[in-house]
């Protein structure tokens, strides 16, 4: 484990490891909101120290509770119908929201000192982490009121095997996570709101609809925020293709805020 800068207090990467390394999601939520905290209110001040080496892990922390198998191997989750089938799918989100916790706090400890982020890179992740961590700790609340708890189902991590593909390379992470698994959550996300309403679960619907599904908004736009950045940024930053990943991208937000307001006005007709 990355030994601490001995000077001037931990800094925001060295927290960032301590959550990873941390193995209770329950806890590392606690722990991510406390670190998220001082960060945002100054009481961290360094986002890293360059004398310090960082030693990402491969695999963050985690508990083996979890009964992993291959995404095709995983039951189905049915439409929320059922009690089983709606424990099944708050299970499945409070599984993927232990993973956004984790890849919050990696892409912080892995990349924001290799590729020389700017400060807001770092705030920005820090907010998407405290999110990922309340949604996560509200979601697994929820399942032990639906009569379940997290390990109680098996899960799959293709989440973090798309986060080993791209360990090496920011603009790819951000392509990846923030703008294509972040970008498919949000399509879901107002059918399984529906189901739930459907099934009679409201409060479930209202914890998806209210907190979660507007925070998971802003985490896709600072996935194309950074992408948009680095690209500019790059030595090649007037190349073909370049321009072409940024004017996609640029199209992929206009959809996502057309999807965000259609979405918005319908609640009032």
């Known amino acids: 484990m990355t030994q601490m800068s001995s000077s001037n207090g931990e800094t925001l990467v060295e927290a960032a490891l301590r959550v990873l390394h941390t193995d209770d999601p329950f806890e590392k939520a606690r722990l991510g909101d406390e670190v998220a905290n001082k960060w945002l209110q100054g009481h961290i001040v360094r986002p890293y120290d360059d004398s310090v080496d960082i030693v990402v892990p491969d695999r963050p922390s985690r508990l083996s509770n979890v009964k992993l198998v291959s995404p095709s191997e995983m039951p189905k989750l049915g439409k929320a119908g059922s009690l089983q089938s709606r424990q099944s799918i708050v299970h499945s989100l409070v599984h993927t929201e232990s993973w956004a916790i984790d890849l919050s706090w990696d892409i912080i400890a892995r990349f924001g000192k290799q590729d020389s982020m700017p400060r807001d890179f770092f705030t920005d992740f820090v907010k998407v982490a405290q999110d990922e961590g309340r949604h996560f700790s509200l979601l697994a609340a929820r ?61 479930t619907a209202e914890l998806l609809e209210k907190v979660v599904y507007p925070e998971e908004i802003t985490h896709c736009a600072a996935g194309v925020k950074w992408f948009q950045y680095l690209c500019l940024r790059s030595k090649n930053g007037d190349d073909a293709a370049c321009g072409s990943l940024v004017s996609e991208l640029s199209k992929f937000q206009q959809v996502l805020m057309y999807r965000v307001r259609v979405r918005r006005i319908s609640n009032y007709l």
């Open 143 to 203: 399942l032990k009121e639906l009569g379940s708890f997290y390990g109680a189902l098996p899960a799959h991590d293709g989440l973090w095997d798309s986060a080993t593909i791209t360990s090496k390379d920011l603009p790819a992470r951000l392509a990846i996570e923030h703008c294509v698994h972040e970008a498919r959550g949000l399509d879901v996300l107002p059918t399984t709101i529906s189901r739930f309403r459907k099934g009679g679960d409201d409060k």
